[in-house]
């Protein structure tokens, strides 16, 4: 398993409306981020800044024939990578919350897989169990943030990836982000004295 | 597609009102929402903090895929690497121990170029470390405009450790001057300010030793920049660290490391005697020397032994004889001819570089100032300390000095013999005197006389129309009698700066002065007077580094003229002294200020407005370095003072009812500050209305109102504050920077985040512009935006705005400073929010700090109690956290009234602490009264609200 050719497969069968080629597809596009992102924290001070490729970029390079794929393909792959991203970064984030909670002072030792800093856990899980009340009102916005947010995805990827058109991702976002953050509410802060 | 209707009307809702402008809003949301006060609720939450709501993901999202640690492989291409907050652009300079790169930050707040200095990988032996460490721990200490600044510091991740420096982007002394064929004068200016930069370096205990051309650069702006502190070394009484070496090095030369230069070594360097400033006064004069010949002052070439001989035995050859060899490229490179070369350089300039080279390092100058100064006094035409002072020469000065007025006296009272001449001037100068007063009677009368005809009767002249027309007709007029024009250009320009028109009182005096110094015979006080009050406005309108210059200058004619104890010597020193507090520069400043004092208590007879001004420039100081107690019997004297001398109704009155008011305020007397305040508000008003002074006092009582939580009466008044201070400011003042952090915090405060944001960022780029280093206002500019951007939950960013403030505020005040405490708590509260461990620990040093550095009860003092109480409640140890809270509740009951918001926090936390502890009776009624508070002053949405509403429901649910 997790050759190109399995992955260019089930992508394909997935695009001809096979729903469950989409449970094995997941798992490999999770591991493969997960390879990536160990060996990019020790590559991504480089001159090529994590900004310029998204790892669901690198994941499908790696992944995929690329010879065999349909442009469809890979459109569909950028969607379940964003969701495995997800999933990785909000599953760090819980081991985080958890190792803080047991494991008392001092911060998290580094070895882990360093996706985010540690000390937005918190604000990452908010974030998530937001999104997770805006998928109940509205899936397509969920699934913008999941591309934009998580996978790293562009406007123009995003609207691939979901097949809507770019003006709608990015009146989707807008509203999304504006929901969410009135979900989270603001933070209080002492004031600045003089 | 799942969904529900009302989400997607939600939705369609504020779609549509996005693509309308904001004003409307209002209005189309009314329309839209059918009296669903819910949804419009909603929607126009959405809308009030979409802009945030933005910023907020682009920072979390490039959070989450930011880099690793950053590893740092020196062996390889560097450019794009990052280190620290950095990113490195190109390779600047390699040296035995480390490398130089030039890089920018790259956290998208700032565009700033710095330079970094990292010690090279497999040179970390514990010696390079050592010295290193010392460079960055030096650098640290010092602050002056002619040494690179010490930015930051770090270590890299394989632990090689780095600072950061201000990049200077300039030339080498020599080249500079070379290549600007910058003539003598001008080079002999350039080398005052080395001196003054050593002197600095020398007052804060630390020797260069390594002087020369090639560590001294010139930047663009035409300043020099010390570099290269890296064989520097603390003086005896620093502490010296334990197991590091504080000893002469004079070994390491020869085993090859590089501590010394040996062409530019002194000769106790070469002899391994002990260091002291006198072996940095020998490397000045060695640049000097190279400066004027271009020569140095040893042979280039030859062997070791040679070049030992030279240094221990050999006097240089006079600095006019070695410029002689190769006078024609000299001479070109100074603009002028060879025979004019070899007269300026012969005499004082040989005698001082002889001085400065001697091999005895008693017979050198004793300090890097007096060099300066003898510098100084030589382009001024004064004797020079470096010649034994014979009357001839004295004599032959003055009449240089005075070849003007020496030669009129000459020819018209036939004065024979030379001591004669000083009297002779005076005769002269009193029939100036009466021409002067019919001339300028007759100025006046010209400018009474009204030619337009618009204004030929009875028309109202506006005293700015009168002035407008006089300075004028000063400027074209009187073209034969320039010391008259001086002196009226200076009464004109005097008027101007009371009026609050910075511009043309500038003008005219830069004007007055530059007319004055055309012509020799100008008398030094009359200079020094208009040095004096042009340093004044320049001060005004926030060019401190230039003002600084001015009174400087004045203070030493007024110093050589009048002596140290005359009071207008002290006036000067004490506005010297409010220049250099400006800067920042408190070392500078609180010498200069208590020696005006001192010498204006003894000289006192009747109430002396200089001693009033020197009083507040002390206090002043005082107050920001946190000396609260201090500070206040010093104004109070001052108040008294000057109520005597100007009576109800004055500006300066005003300032000190403004300064003694902040002090006050500062020390927790809010009541007994507001009254001082409007006092000195109503007198501006009276007398100085739409003045800068008048935005000073309104921006104070707004703090004051603002500090009390009276953010509804504040906010006009620092609004006021700062139109007055847009208006006549220019919009890089300082001052109006101060006025938008103020307002950027009542902003925050009172939950216009946005607004906030922009305050603070165009603060913050005011002060950043006036003060390139390290100052307080940077710093306070830092800490404010990170504040804001931590209440738009920008984490990311406000973390490192927070950090860098905190870092700055140590490096400026050391670690007692109640400012670092501030940070500390602001810090910590971010911490805090993201249940990292560090808050406590900041927590409990901002605690410590505010203990020992404020009052007993101080409002601030219950800020990092609050903090650190509910982090122990939150983190299991409501035992630690009750006595915290207890009393930081007795401290806002005192401090607030009764209902305010504060208090509520306060009691909220202590009810939930109660509770933890089982102690429900006693909880009940603190949860409740808490929370009616906060709901009655934030409303029910506030999350301070939802906090002290979930500790109640949680109560409630268990027991009551």
């Known amino acids: ?194 | 597609m799942n969904g529900s209707p009302q989400f997607d009307r939600l939705l369609e809702i504020f779609e549509a009102a996005l693509d309308r402008p904001p004003e409307q809003w209002t209005a189309f949301l009314e329309s839209r929402c059918d009296g669903d006060s819910a949804l419009r609720h909603e929607v126009a939450r959405m809308l009030a903090r979409h802009r945030q709501a933005f910023a907020f993901f682009d920072d979390l999202g490039a959070d989450l895929r930011r880099a690793g640690p950053e590893e740092l492989d020196l062996g390889q291409s560097v450019e794009g690497r990052r280190i620290g907050s950095y990113r490195v652009v190109r390779e600047i300079g390699r040296g035995g121990m480390g490398a130089v790169y030039l890089a920018e930050r790259d956290d998208g707040q700032f565009q700033q170029q710095v330079a970094i200095k990292v010690i090279r990988p497999g040179r970390q032996s514990e010696a390079v470390l050592r010295r290193f460490l010392a460079e960055r721990r030096i650098l640290s200490q010092l602050n002056h405009p002619g040494i690179a600044r010490l930015l930051d510091g770090g270590a890299t991740q394989e632990g090689l450790p780095y600072f950061v420096l201000e990049y200077v982007d300039g030339l080498p002394l020599l080249d500079d001057c070379d290549r600007q064929c910058l003539p003598v004068k001008e080079r002999l200016r350039l080398f005052i300010s080395v001196a003054a930069a050593v002197e600095h370096a020398h007052r804060n205990l630390v020797v260069h030793r390594d002087l020369k051309p090639g560590n001294i650069l010139v930047s663009s702006q035409g300043e020099i920049k010390l570099l290269d502190f890296g064989i520097a070394k603390p003086l005896a009484g620093e502490r010296p660290i334990a197991g590091e070496d504080t000893g002469a090095d004079a070994g390491d030369t020869l085993t090859g490391h590089r501590v010394l230069t040996p062409q530019y070594a002194a000769p106790e360097q070469w002899l391994g005697k002990p260091v002291t400033t006198a072996t940095d006064v020998y490397g000045l004069g060695g640049v000097l020397y190279e400066l004027l010949s271009g020569e140095r002052p040893v042979p280039k070439a030859g062997s070791w032994e040679d070049l030992e001989r030279a240094v221990l035995h050999q006097d240089p050859e006079p600095v006019s004889t070695a410029a002689r060899r190769s006078i024609e490229q000299n001479a070109k490179r100074r603009g002028v001819s060879p025979t004019t070369l070899c007269r300026l350089l012969s005499g004082d300039l040989d005698t001082i570089c002889a001085k400065a080279l001697h091999k005895d390092p008693d017979r050198r100058y004793s300090s890097a100032a007096d060099l300066g100064d003898d510098i100084r006094r030589h382009l001024d035409g004064l004797p020079v300390l470096a010649r034994p002072d014979s009357r001839g020469y004295r004599a032959r000065k003055f009449v240089s000095r005075h070849k003007w007025g020496v030669a009129t006296a000459v020819a018209a009272v036939l004065a024979a013999a030379v001591f004669s001449s000083a009297l002779a001037i005076q005769s002269v100068r009193l029939t100036a005197e009466r021409d002067k007063a019919r001339q300028v009677s007759e100025l006046f009368v010209d400018l009474f006389t009204v030619s337009d005809p618009d204004l030929g009767t009875g028309a109202q002249i506006t005293a700015r129309e009168f002035l407008d027309r006089g300075a004028a007709k000063i400027q074209t007029g009187l073209a034969g009698q320039p010391d008259i024009k001086a002196g009226l250009m200076d009464v004109m320009a005097r008027v101007y700066h009371k009026l609050g028109l910075y511009p043309p009182a500038r003008r005219l005096y830069e004007s007055s002065l530059a007319l004055r110094r055309s012509v020799a015979t100008s008398p030094g006080l009359d200079l020094a007077a208009n040095l004096h009050r042009l340093g004044l406005v320049l001060h005004d309108q926030g060019n401190y580094n230039e003002s600084a210059r001015r009174f400087q200058e004045a203070l030493d004619v007024r110093r050589r003229v009048l002596g140290l104890a005359h009071p207008d010597t002290a006036a000067t020193q004490t506005y010297l002294g409010l220049a250099h507090f400006r800067k920042g520069d408190y070392d500078a400043a609180q010498p200069l200020f208590e020696g005006a004092v001192s010498v204006l208590r003894r000289a006192r007879t009747a109430p002396d407005p200089h001693l009033a001004d020197a009083l507040t420039g002390l206090a002043m100081l005082h107050y920001a370095q946190g000396r609260f107690a201090e500070a206040e019997p010093l104004l109070r004297e001052s108040l008294q003072l000057r109520r005597q001398l100007f009576g109800p109704s004055h500006q300066q009155l005003a300032d000190t009812l403004n300064n003694l008011a902040s002090v006050l305020s500062r020390m927790g007397k809010a009541s007994e500050s507001e009254p001082l305040q409007r006092e000195a508000i109503a007198i501006l008003r009276k007398v100085r209305p739409g003045h800068p002074k008048l935005a000073t006092a309104v921006n104070n009582l707004g703090l004051v109102l603002m500090a009390r939580g009276d953010f509804d009466r504040a906010e006009p008044l620092l609004r006021e504050g700062i139109s007055i201070r847009r208006d006549r400011l220019d919009g890089q003042h300082p001052d109006l920077a101060q006025s938008l952090n103020n307002l950027g915090v009542l902003l925050q405060n009172t939950g216009r985040l946005e607004e906030a944001e922009a305050a603070q960022r165009e603060a913050l780029r005011i002060v950043r512009k006036n003060f390139p280093g390290d100052h307080v206002a940077v710093m306070r500019g830092l800490g404010n935006l990170g504040s804001v951007l931590h209440s738009m939950r920008r984490s990311a960013q406000s973390e490192r705005l927070l950090a860098e403030s905190l870092a700055m505020s140590r490096r400026l005040f050391g670690d007692a400073h109640p400012l670092v405490a501030t940070n500390l708590n602001n810090l910590a509260s971010l911490l805090h929010d993201g249940k990292r461990p560090g808050a406590e620990t900041a927590y409990r040093e901002a605690l410590a700090i505010r203990r020992k550095a404020l009052p007993a009860g101080h409002p601030h003092i219950a800020y990092a109690l609050v903090g650190l109480g509910q982090w122990l409640l939150e983190n299991g140890d409501p035992m630690q956290a009750e006595p915290l809270l207890r009393e930081a509740l007795e401290i806002r009951r005192k401090t607030f009234s009764g209902g305010a918001a504060e208090i509520g926090e306060a009691e909220s936390a202590l009810g939930a602490c109660l509770f933890a502890l089982k102690r429900h009776a006693e909880a009940g009624p603190l949860l409740t009264s808490g929370l009616e508070k906060l709901r009655a002053r934030h409303g029910p949405g506030h999350r301070l609200t939802r906090k002290a509403a979930s500790r109640l429901a949680r109560a409630s649910a268990r027991n009551l």
């Open chain 1, 1 to 194: 398993m997790g050759t190109a050719a399995d992955v260019t497969t089930l992508l394909a069968a997935f695009a001809r409306g096979k729903r469950e080629a989409a449970d094995e597809l997941i798992p490999l596009v999770y591991d493969e981020l997960r390879k990536i992102a160990r060996l990019r924290r020790f590559r991504w001070s480089g001159p090529h800044s994590p900004g310029t490729t998204s790892l669901v970029h690198e994941a499908y390079v790696n992944l995929v024939d690329q010879s065999r794929c349909q442009w469809e393909d890979r459109s569909h792959f950028f969607y379940f990578a964003s969701v495995a991203m997800r999933n990785i970064l909000i599953d760090n984030a819980r081991r985080w919350g958890r190792q803080k909670r047991g494991g008392g002072a001092g911060e998290l030792p580094l070895e882990h897989l360093h996706l985010a800093s540690v000390g937005r856990a918190e604000e990452l899980l908010a974030v998530d169990e937001a999104l997770g009340k805006l998928g109940a009102n509205n899936q397509r916005l969920s699934q913008i943030v999941e591309c934009r947010f998580f996978g790293g995805l562009t406007v123009e990827e995003t609207a691939q990836a979901l097949s809507i058109s770019p003006a709608t991702v990015k009146r989707g976002w807008d509203s999304a982000r504006a929901w969410l953050f009135k979900e989270l509410g603001p933070l209080p802060s002492e004031a600045p004295e003089q």
